[in-house]
């Protein structure tokens, strides 16, 4: 297993590509499934995620070809010979439960292994499963798989969902672009990968309104044609790279970053005494004097990200005074803290919140990844301490970030990845 050595202390400047998202790249290729014509996707990152869906979709039958040859583009069509969904895919990316909508849709039946939880929490499907029901499904469970068939065919339907699932909001979506009539999803989550799905849908012939309002109304059609379309940069590895510019006192230009779609993230990083200003090419952050602890309560879009609570408390963690960080999203997602507590940072967490107590400076130790963006806080902390750190466990951050080691030391990081 690969890992990081970085030596702290100096503040990054310079400039960091922004990739595809992996949120909306991996729901893109999903959306392959839908037709049997060439869906064509541009800009998309070369993350382990994307390898693993790659190899999901195949197994359904539909070829996915690499355009270009460096996996920057995908074009996912053909036909499906196989709806069953394996353990062995899903349990590793359980994004694997989005080919389930539309498996559905386009051959009337699928059957997808139940995605065991994760890291950061029991992760349950039971929002995407009523909906589907809702649409006409009939699921039964047994034996740790997800027995669904729709012989008649999805019907349109209001779907009121309880909580604002990404995923679930995700599979209905795609679910509703073949089934007769008109669905309406009701409380649907806001997130802007959502809005880049439905874009492309609407490309691909769908009849969707309502994007980015909390309230899809998808009217099905016979059938999706392809089409081409260049996936959005990821907010998540912009916010990201934003914390890293913070916590180093640096200067860095994010370019292909967009100030829109990290709104509640920038307020923050304000807050906290990182300047943001965008312009044509992107994003700039810097830091303009030291870091003022901040209270941070995460949900769903167009609230402060789940995705970015771990950065954010590595960042707080040298931050002058105190913060109080909430997460309301995911029950077990505070596995970064007693990692950065070995780095000399003050957290306590108390149930879903943890205070941090701002220390003046971190120091290197060998450390742990555990989830993606926990892997991140860690480096973000290395990046800050006095010192070496040592992240061992580096196949968690290769999930979701492309060539960090490479973006960073463009910067001026001290950081290099030892392959083992
Ligand atoms: C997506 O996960 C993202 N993953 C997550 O990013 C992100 O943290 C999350 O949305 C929230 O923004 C991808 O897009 C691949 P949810 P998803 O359904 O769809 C509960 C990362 O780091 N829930 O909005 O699984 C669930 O347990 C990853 O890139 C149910 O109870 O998120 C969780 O507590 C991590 N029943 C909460 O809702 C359901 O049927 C949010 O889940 C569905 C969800």
Redesign the pocket.
């Known amino acids: 297993m690969d890992r990081f050595i970085i030596r702290g202390g100096r503040p990054l400047r310079g400039e960091i590509v922004i990739g595809g998202a992996?949120?909306a790249g991996?729901k893109l290729m999903v959306a392959g499934l839908l037709t049997a014509e060439r869906l064509v996707l541009t800009n998309v990152p070369r993350i382990a995620d994307i390898a693993t869906m790659r190899d999901l979709l195949i197994q359904h039958g539909v070829a996915v070809e690499d355009v270009n040859g460096d996996g920057s583009a995908y074009a996912v069509g053909g036909e499906i010979t196989s709806t069953e969904a394996p353990y062995d895919i899903v349990s590793k990316m359980?994004?694997s439960i989005l080919v389930l909508g539309p498996l559905l849709a386009r051959c009337r039946e699928a059957r997808v292994s139940l995605p065991g939880g994760c890291a950061?929490?029991?992760?349950?499907?039971?929002?995407?499963l009523k909906g589907l029901e809702a649409l006409g499904a009939e699921i039964r469970l047994e034996n740790g798989y997800i027995n669904a068939r729709a012989p008649e065919g999805l019907i349109g339907e209001r779907i009121i969902l309880p909580?604002a699932?990404?995923?679930?909001t995700e599979n209905l979506l795609m679910a509703a672009t073949l089934a007769k009539g008109r669905t309406e999803i009701v409380n649907a989550?806001r997130?802007p990968?959502i809005g880049d799905l439905v874009a492309c849908l609407n490309k691909m012939g769908a009849r969707i309104s309502g994007s980015g309002s909390g309230t899809l109304v998808i009217d099905g059609v016979e059938a999706l044609q392809g089409a081409e379309h260049r996936i959005m940069p990821d907010r998540?590895e912009c916010g990201t790279y934003a914390c890293a510019a913070g916590i180093t006192g640096g200067d860095v230009r994010l370019v292909g970053g967009r100030l829109d779609d990290l709104g509640a993230v920038v307020r923050t990083l304000e807050e906290a005494g990182v300047e943001v200003t965008e312009d044509e090419k992107g994003l700039r952050v810097r830091r303009t004097g030291a870091l003022r602890g901040v209270d941070i309560m995460t949900e769903p879009y167009p609230g402060f990200?789940?995705?970015m609570q771990a950065q954010f408390m590595a960042l707080l963690s040298v931050a002058e005074g105190a913060s109080m960080v909430t997460e309301t999203?995911?029950?077990n997602r505070f596995m970064h803290v007693p990692e950065l507590n070995r780095m000399g940072a003050r957290i306590n967490v108390h149930g879903s919140s943890a205070i941090i107590r701002g220390v003046h400076a971190l120091s290197g130790a060998p450390v742990m990844a555990t989830d993606?963006?926990a892997s991140f806080s860690l480096i973000l902390a290395g990046l800050a301490a006095h010192g070496e750190t040592i992240l061992s466990r580096v196949y968690h951050l290769d999930r979701?970030y492309e060539a960090v080691e490479r973006k960073l030391a463009a910067c001026g990081a001290n950081i290099e990845r030892v392959r083992e």
């Open positions: 992996k949120n991996l359980r994004a950061i929490g029991t992760r349950p499907v039971d929002m995407h909580f699932s990404v995923g679930a989550a997130e990968e998540i990200p789940t995705d999203i995911f029950e993606l963006r979701g």
